[in-house]
């Protein structure tokens, strides 16, 4: 318990220090938190009427948004298969912060499930011998299952790899390797279940499709991987953590093989519909060039598309995937399109029309958007604080010391004595 007690203060000093931009930064995610639990007591005061959301169309903006999430944090797999079974050392190095971002991701998704939830105050119906779950004869408990079994493992699997670096010893691998190994199918089945949610529903034909879970894998090894890039480029700019070039050129190069998959996918599902011609058409139909007047999805899905496919390119061509410049451009364009296209793009028309035939054009309101910012918020702060105490373990600045009583911070030496608990300095600065 003593050495976790220092871990842990160790932890608490090292957040609460840091540069202008830290604590700027800090506190905007803080002001968007708060933003978002205002919207989310008023949710909870008025009910889901304040959302967007009707009899025609019950999932909207927070569904779009958890179903996005669940594919960033499966990404987190491209990481530890090259890291932890091919164990190439440019990827080992950092599959840390791609198990940290999916801690993030899934605490993400958990928060715009609850959300979404009308009496969230009954959860407690899940809980084995408090409720029932209907395990495993229910989907939804399936998903309650795979995802806090994979936010689980990759704290644990995190964690634990971190404090033994902030004690100077190597990892027991009989410990992790299992662990690790077990993360891989984890990752996969937190999408696949995912994707029978929406392909299950005989009465939805926009998502009743067979390639629907290889669809949300592809576009999921397509935006995580991409915002992956993203943090190691400014990690690498802005800390002494070192993360090879080799390292973020075979991410990129996994991303163009995955949005390869995933463009052609979505055109043979385009193709079977608007070939085939039946009464199914008119989802897809609403998505890609309206119906009957309605098509407020159709500068939304276009955009996606010219996102995704000039993503590609970038990714596709050696000269501009080797470029610092447009391999940014190439990762937010990634991001975004597979945003909209996995977001509002894949849930709302599987609703529109109705099986009445009725049509319900759905918009979100600001109280989903203002909630889902402070959702947003909640991760990133989640992530910073995450990679505020990993970066610095990775890099050494951050140990125990050598006398065992206290912890360095850089050349900051802290005492964790009950006799003493102010800091005694050394040399230099954080």
């Known amino acids: 318990m003593k050495n976790i007690w220092s871990f842990f203060k160790g932890t608490l000093v090292l957040v609460s220090k840091g540069s202008t931009p830290y604590y700027c930064w800090i506190l905007s995610l803080l002001g968007l938190m708060a933003v978002g639990a205002a919207a989310y007591l008023r949710q909870l005061d008025e009910g889901l009427v304040v959302t967007a959301m009707r009899d025609q169309v019950s999932w909207g903006f927070y569904i779009s948004n958890f179903t996005f999430l669940v594919g960033v944090a499966a990404a987190a797999v491209l990481l530890v298969i090259p890291a932890y079974v091919y164990h190439w050392k440019p990827i080992k190095e950092i599959a840390v912060l791609g198990e940290l971002l999916a801690v993030s991701a899934i605490v993400m998704c958990l928060l715009f499930v609850t959300v979404d939830i009308g009496r969230p105050e009954r ?68 999408h696949t279940v995912t994707a029978f949610l929406y392909n299950g529903l005989g009465a939805r034909p926009f998502w009743n499709s067979s390639i629907l879970v290889p669809r949300f894998l592809a576009s999921a090894f397509c935006s995580g991987p991409a915002f992956m890039i993203l943090i190691f480029l400014l990690v690498r700019k802005y800390t002494r953590f070192k993360i090879e070039d080799a390292a973020i050129q075979k991410v990129a190069e996994l991303i163009a093989y995955s949005m390869f998959i995933n463009l052609l996918l ?34 939304w899905i276009w955009t996606a598309m010219a996102f ?32 909209i296209e996995k977001g509002m793009g894949l849930v709302i028309p599987g609703f529109v029309p109705d099986v009445l035939h009725e049509i319900y054009e759905y918009a979100p309101t600001g109280t989903e958007m203002l909630l889902s910012l402070g959702i947003w918020a909640t991760g990133l702060f989640v992530f910073t604080m995450l990679l505020r105490v990993a970066i610095p373990i990775l890099n050494g600045d951050f140990h125990v010391a050598d006398d065992g009583i206290g912890f360095y911070i850089g050349d900051q030496m802290f005492i964790v004595q009950k006799r003493a608990e102010e800091s005694v300095e050394t040399s230099g600065t954080i």
């Open 123 to 190: 959860f407690w119906h899940l809980i084995p011998l408090l409720g029932r779950l209907n395990f495993p004869q229910s989907l939804l408990a399936w998903d309650v299952v795979v995802l806090n079994t994979y936010l689980m493992l990759n704290l644990t699997i995190s964690i634990y790899i971190l404090y033994n670096l902030y004690y100077k010893r190597e990892p027991n691998k009989n410990f992790t390797t299992p662990l690790l190994l077990f993360s891989i199918p984890s990752a996969i089945s937190i």
């Open 266 to 299: 979505l055109g043979a599902e385009v193709f079977k519909e608007y070939y085939t011609a039946t009464v199914h058409l008119a989802p897809m139909q609403y998505l890609f060039q309206g119906l009957h007047g309605y098509s407020a999805l159709v500068p």
């Open 308 to 339: 995704n496919v000039t993503a590609f390119l970038i990714f596709l061509v050696p000269g501009t995937r080797k470029n610092n410049v447009t391999l940014v451009i190439g990762c937010i364009l990634v991001f975004i399109g597979v945003y």
